[in-house]
């Protein structure tokens, strides 16, 4: 019973590989089997890539809690489930990327990818020299509300493929939505890493 948190922080790194895999080979990024998809094949990996990323998703509160419930909290899996966090967070994104250009969503997915890339150089820099950097509470939600904001733009960039309404006056207010979702989760990623760097400078100093 107690390696169940860690079968399921194992499972979103999983389904983070694959959800990417399935947005790539949907976009035609994929060797030997995207050029062999039909119209409908791509839209079924749309679907499936949201479906993963939601499933992924909701393993990342019941590891935690089951950890907690069943008092098996281990050294591995503190360190696979920021690495489970940030493989599926990077993977939908470029998975998203791949899909085609989206402008509008860049920057708040560039300023994500920055934050994210930053503070995992801030943490491997900082633990020679004794320094550790206690994950937040703000940054457990910044890691909720990144899952919520990407989920809705995966909805809004596979529209079709579930079948949607098309209708502008339906769609549009969808996208408004969710990049509003990405763009508040981007800044509160920011925020978040800036109080992390701040945490870090003051334990290390100027050396």
């Not at 998809?37 to 939601?54: C, G, H, M, Y």
């Not at 493929?161 to 920011?190: F, M, Q, R």
């Amino acid at each position: 019973m107690k390696s169940i948190p860690n079968i399921l922080t194992f499972v979103r790194l999983l389904a983070g590989v694959m959800m990417f895999l399935f947005l790539a080979a949907a976009a035609g990024g994929v060797p030997f089997i995207s050029e062999r998809l039909t119209p409908d094949s791509q839209f079924a990996l749309e679907r499936w890539s949201l479906i993963a990323f939601v499933l992924a998703s909701i393993t990342d509160f019941f590891d935690g809690w089951l950890a907690r419930k069943l008092h098996a909290e281990s050294v591995w899996g503190a360190i696979l489930d920021p690495i489970g966090d940030k493989i599926l967070i990077c993977g939908a994104i470029l998975g998203l990327a791949a899909l085609g250009p989206q402008p509008q969503i860049a920057i708040p997915f560039a300023l994500i990818l920055f934050r994210e890339f930053a503070v995992s150089a801030l943490r491997e820099g900082a633990a020679p020299k004794g320094v550790k950097i206690p994950v937040t509470m703000l940054a457990k939600w910044k890691t909720t509300l990144q899952m919520i904001a990407i989920a809705a733009e995966l909805l809004v960039g596979s529209w079709a493929a579930w079948g949607l309404n098309g209708d502008p006056e339906v769609l549009g207010p969808a996208t408004l939505i969710a990049h509003s979702l990405l763009w508040l989760a981007a800044l509160i990623t920011l925020w978040t890493g800036a109080v992390y760097w701040h945490k870090a400078h003051v334990a290390i100093g100027d050396n």
